[in-house]
């Protein structure tokens, strides 16, 4: 096992900047799951760190070892890609030994580390099958499995989960988050999908643009985004936001008249000052739906999802310009068209500045 040290990575392809200058220390058994829209540069640096793309500049470090310029098969690096990559005409078994035999190992120690993977994945009765004989959650146990065996310092896992359906990413998410517990070794997963990041992750990076927006634990990052584009890609539904100008400022909290003209209140630490232009962000979660004169912000029903647990309710403010979503508890009943009126609690405003950078 070995912690990362990444410094100053930067890679183009042709005039098209991809990564532009990432730094990042990853500890010793840590999960870190990188994030971000499609084309924001976590795959090219996956990729990067592996050794199977070449940075323009910057250095990749993995136990303290400089291995910018070591080719892949060395730095003691697994992957496992999106693409399961077995043998077709291999069993379960070979496919997961074939690393080792090219190697030169023994007969007796590849039966061994194939046996002790199989049992941490649970799928010593598969051993004798062949790739086509698998489920999808039962061939990517294998790719994992033909990782393990390997006993890399770092796994790196590039959307591993995306061809497989619904029921089975949720159940293969606790697999290998018993797995990172079991092994205790360094992890490094890429995703776009932000509950596999949140549900995974002990670390999250947030990346756009090919730079780091924002490191930090998940809920860290859910309750405290450091701008408004983190604030926007973590959480389902994303957050909700609204345009506003201060009017008053009292201590810590202040009112902020909103572009359709109502007024609420919310606090910050920062100092702000009377006419500054803000954007309030809240979570679906946080928002209170009454009736019509009973909140702050008047508002008119546009649609209901019923999740069955809760509710989801579309809202359009009086500005025309802005969508709201609010969860609220399944048993209340909106129609489409009512009027009705949204409260929230002044602390749970996020504020972000004009340049939109949160204002904590």
């Given at each position: 096992?070995?912690?990362?040290?990444?410094?100053?990575?930067?890679?183009?392809?042709?005039?098209?900047?991809i990564?532009?200058?990432?730094?990042?220390?990853?500890?010793?058994?840590?999960?870190?799951?990188?994030?971000?829209?499609?084309?924001?540069?976590?795959?090219?640096?996956?990729?990067?760190?592996?050794?199977?793309?070449?940075?323009?500049?910057?250095?990749v470090?993995?136990?303290?070892?400089?291995?910018?310029?070591?080719?892949?098969?060395?730095?003691?690096?697994?992957?496992?890609?999106?693409?399961?990559?077995?043998?077709?005409?291999?069993?379960?078994?070979?496919?997961?030994?074939?690393?080792l035999?090219?190697?030169?190992?023994?007969?007796?120690?590849?039966?061994?580390k194939?046996?002790?993977?199989?049992?941490?994945?649970?799928?010593?009765?598969?051993?004798?099958?062949?790739?086509?004989?698998l489920?999808?959650?039962?061939?990517?146990?294998?790719?994992?499995?033909?990782?393990?065996?390997?006993?890399?310092?770092?796994f790196?896992?590039?959307?591993?989960?995306?061809?497989?359906?619904?029921?089975?990413?949720?159940?293969?998410?606790?697999e290998?988050?018993?797995?990172?517990?079991?092994?205790?070794?360094?992890?490094?997963?890429?995703?776009?999908?932000?509950?596999?990041?949140?549900?995974?992750?002990?670390?999250?990076?947030?990346?756009?643009g090919?730079?780091?927006?924002?490191?930090?634990?998940?809920?860290?990052?859910?309750?405290?985004?450091?701008?408004?584009?983190?604030?926007?890609?973590?959480?389902?539904?994303?957050?909700?936001?609204?345009?506003?100008?201060?009017?008053?400022?009292?201590?810590?909290e202040?009112?902020?008249?909103?572009?359709?003209?109502?007024?609420?209140?919310?606090?910050?630490?920062?100092?702000?000052?009377?006419?500054?232009?803000?954007?309030l962000?809240?979570?679906?979660?946080?928002?209170?739906?009454?009736?019509?004169?009973?909140?702050?912000?008047?508002?008119?029903?546009?649609?209901?999802?019923?999740?069955?647990?809760?509710?989801?309710?579309?809202?359009?403010?009086?500005?025309?310009?802005?969508?709201?979503?609010?969860?609220?508890?399944?048993?209340?009943?909106?129609?489409?068209?009512?009027?009705?009126?949204?409260?929230?609690?002044?602390?749970?405003?996020?504020?972000?500045?004009?340049?939109?950078?949160?204002?904590?």
């Amino acid at each position: 096992m070995a912690g990362l040290e990444i410094r100053g990575i930067r890679k183009g392809f042709g005039q098209q900047r991809i990564l532009r200058g990432i730094d990042l220390d990853i500890a010793d058994g840590e999960f870190v799951v990188f994030v971000g829209p499609s084309g924001c540069g976590k795959s090219t640096l996956l990729r990067t760190i592996c050794g199977l793309e070449t940075s323009d500049e910057g250095a990749v470090l993995i136990g303290g070892r400089d291995m910018t310029n070591v080719p892949p098969a060395q730095r003691g690096i697994a992957m496992v890609f999106q693409s399961y990559a077995l043998y077709p005409h291999m069993t379960v078994y070979d496919n997961m030994g074939f690393a080792l035999r090219l190697a030169g190992l023994a007969p007796d120690k590849i039966r061994e580390k194939v046996m002790r993977a199989a049992a941490v994945l649970r799928i010593e009765a598969l051993l004798q099958r062949k790739p086509k004989e698998l489920s999808g959650g039962q061939r990517q146990r294998v790719a994992i499995g033909r990782a393990i065996v390997r006993q890399p310092e770092v796994f790196l896992f590039d959307e591993p989960l995306s061809n497989l359906d619904a029921a089975l990413r949720v159940q293969m998410r606790i697999e290998l988050k018993n797995l990172h517990r079991a092994l205790g070794s360094t992890m490094i997963y890429v995703t776009h999908d932000q509950v596999e990041a949140m549900t995974l992750a002990d670390r999250i990076v947030v990346l756009r643009g090919g730079v780091v927006e924002q490191v930090g634990a998940p809920l860290a990052l859910y309750q405290r985004p450091a701008n408004l584009f983190v604030a926007g890609f973590l959480g389902s539904p994303a957050m909700n936001f609204i345009g506003g100008r201060i009017e008053a400022v009292n201590g810590p909290e202040m009112m902020v008249r909103l572009a359709g003209g109502a007024v609420v209140a919310a606090t910050t630490r920062a100092g702000l000052s009377t006419g500054a232009g803000v954007t309030l962000g809240v979570r679906a979660e946080h928002m209170t739906l009454a009736v019509s004169g009973g909140g702050d912000i008047p508002v008119t029903i546009q649609a209901a999802e019923l999740l069955g647990d809760a509710s989801y309710i579309y809202l359009t403010p009086d500005d025309g310009a802005t969508q709201f979503i609010a969860r609220v508890d399944a048993e209340a009943h909106w129609e489409r068209g009512q009027m009705a009126a949204v409260r929230v609690a002044p602390d749970r405003w996020h504020v972000f500045d004009s340049d939109g950078i949160a204002l904590l």
